[in-house]
């Protein structure tokens, strides 16, 4: 792929912006100090949650949840000490995406019916290390009671601003393509910063150039859209993130988090998203797709 003359324009503008932002941590965590055995219980099965309506999990909790202000934290098998603790850490990740785009009105906010947070679930127990989202539910892997939290910063803001996305559509299933909707979410969680440089791209793209499409991440519309063995983490994540980067930054497409937020409420309104995107981005799909 060939990136635009005016996508590579600004590259240098982007690294100092990305020497203010934070570098957020990709991927689940790998249960990097073991399960505490003496924490260790198999509850029974309690077949409630919005992850079992809305989403293809079905996964076991203790029956009792933590209840936060946004959110309430389920497990199956964490101490109360730890829902709780997740449960503070949930709510004030949210309430960070909230302010992020800028958004107050939380009766616009659409949960699943019957439902008025968030549901968390934070699998301690399960062999699976996730961090996921889907309507209503959030999924992060924490395997440890006496585990920092804040090293659950990036996967928190990455899968609540998903959330969000979810939230103002108010429906099953998002209406973006994958390429759009990982990068906002990678943008929430306070960015990748993999690719700094013109030089950092040129690896990048000659790295992936014999994927279809040389890589080019605007094809990937959904999750199958990723080639057979891709580098999604280390490479197609590193190109969202600098997709959305380019999309705020005053000296690229100079747009803001609110144009992004108008395009979710165009989604919730049935519009399609070639037509959102050209709507509040000022450019075709294919135009930004020919020329990245």
Known sequence: MQPSILFLKHLTVLFFLSLLLSLGLFGCEKDPAGVDPDEKQNPDHVP??????????????????YFGEHCIVYSDGATAQL????????DEKFIQILDLFQFENMDDLRYPPGYDKVDVYINRYNERSLAA????SVFITIRTADVDISRYD??????????FQFLIEGHVNLNTPVWFSEAIAIYGGGC???????????????GNSSDPNQGNPIYIHVWED????????????????LTMRYFL?????????????????DLRNDIDFDTAFYSNFGLTVETFKDEY
């Open 133 to 136: 989202a889907w309507w209503g």
């Open 226 to 241: 990723f080639p057979p063995g891709a580098d999604i983490t280390g490479y197609y994540y590193n190109v969202f993130d």
């Open 249 to 265: 930054d005053p000296n690229g497409l100079d747009k803001s988090i609110l144009d992004v937020c108008k395009l979710f409420y």
């Open 48 to 65: 409630e949650g919005s992850w079992i309506t809305y989403s293809p999990l079905d996964w076991t909790h203790d029956g009792e949840p």
């Open 83 to 90: 829902k709780e603790k997740a449960g503070l850490y949930a």
């Open 154 to 163: 990036y996967l928190f803001r990455h899968e609540l601003t998903h959330q």
């Open 192 to 206: 990748l910063h993999g690719i700094r440089d013109v030089e950092d791209l040129d690896q990048w793209i000659a």
